[in-house]
Nanobody, 119 residues
């Protein structure tokens, strides 16, 4: 079992920055692909970015060049640095941990943190 706790959300003006953090429990953090997803009102949850244990990253087209995902395996923490924020980035952001082991999918979600981009 992995527990995920997100922090760092809030209200920011367009063009501003925020950094989200997600702290994970457990001692095999580095074996999980970590990701950030978001869900705006009336929309489906969508991928924002993922990062493997070795540091390989993947981004949604809409955030590429503005957002940076990173992780610190020693601290069991994954980060999402968000720059040049736009009103369209307003959503609840969720941390995700994903691993496939011996054909079994292990997937965990955090409780979410609200990000609001507004003047």
């Amino acid at each position: 079992q992995v527990q995920l706790v997100e922090t760092g959300g809030g209200l920011v003006q367009p063009g501003g920055s925020l950094r989200l953090s997600c702290a994970a429990s457990g001692n095999i953090f580095s074996l999980y692909v970590m990701g950030w997803y978001r869900q705006a009102p009336g929309n489906q949850r969508e991928l924002v970015a993922t990062i493997t244990g070795g540091g390989r990253t993947n981004y949604a087209h809409s955030v590429k060049g503005r957002f940076t995902i990173s992780r610190d395996n020693a601290k069991n923490t994954v980060y999402l640095q968000m720059n040049s924020l736009e009103p369209e980035d307003t959503a609840v952001y969720y941390c995700n941990a994903h691993r496939v082991y011996v054909g079994v999918v292990y997937e965990y979600w955090g409780q979410g943190t609200q990000v609001t981009v507004s003047s």
